[in-house]
């Protein structure tokens, strides 16, 4: 009895520490392996219909092996600090479970070695925004060992505006139009049978 206590014990305090270890991957602790760039037309980028074209892959001039570990590419749509600012729930934390900086996935997939190419249409719920991207090599265990990004250390340069949907779409401009129309016509063609009865009537 004593000994089944103490296995599950060993194997309860295994696990706490094995989620404390997850907590504490921070990004500071992350080596900066990957090359990623994102190409866009040169203006101001509209959620919903605008592509992005994302490449991402192993920084050649590192040693062979230095992507052993790496099984998982994520690539990510993050905010830039001048978007950042008063809002809290795009808060920059350095431990990556509180990190609120990238919250829009671009994509998930295995890592393949060589460069990677993929053309994402900005998502319609992605708000007005500066933005950069990053992508994070993960391990066996699904965790952050990696990362890359298409803009520098202070995250100041290749940065690109994304305009949010304004919720109205053309077909539905296009449809009040063609009804308030329709309304004017409608309300005309009433005056004037009722003006003709009139004049009947005085006849």
């Known amino acids: 009895m004593a000994a089944t206590a103490l296995l599950l014990g060993l194997i ?3 696990g706490c ?6 907590a504490m991957i921070s990004f500071s602790s ?7 760039t994102a190409s866009h037309p040169q203006r101001l980028l509209r959620a919903g219909e605008d592509k992005i074209t994302v490449r991402w892959g192993l920084n050649q001039s590192l040693p062979a092996g230095t992507d052993s570990a790496y099984k998982t590419i994520k690539v990510q749509l993050c905010y830039a600090p001048i978007s ?9 934390e350095d431990h990556l479970s509180k990190d609120k900086t ?3 996935k671009i994509v998930k997939r295995p890592y393949t070695t060589g460069n990677q190419t993929l053309e ?15 992508a994070y090599a993960l391990d066996a265990n699904d965790h952050e060992v990696a990362y890359g990004q298409n803009t520098d250390a202070k995250k100041t340069t290749n940065l690109f505006e994304i305009q949010a949907i304004s919720g109205r ?4 401009d296009i449809a009040s139009v063609c009804f308030s129309v329709f309304s004017i016509a409608s309300l005309m063609g009433f ?4 003006k003709r009865k009139g004049r009947k009537a005085q006849q």
Not at 17 to 22: G, K, P, T
Not at 30 to 36: I, R, S
């Open 120 to 134: 994402w249409t900005i998502e319609r719920d992605v708000p007005t925004a500066t933005y950069f991207v990053r």
């Open 169 to 172: 779409h053309v077909s539905l």
């Open 102 to 104: 990238c919250q829009f």
């Open 17 to 22: 520490f094995s989620e404390i270890c997850v």
């Open 12 to 14: 309860l305090v295994l």
């Open 84 to 92: 950042q600012v008063d809002r809290a729930w795009r808060k920059t």
């Open 30 to 36: 992350l080596q900066t392996t990957l090359v990623v």
């Open 191 to 194: 005056f004037f049978v009722e």
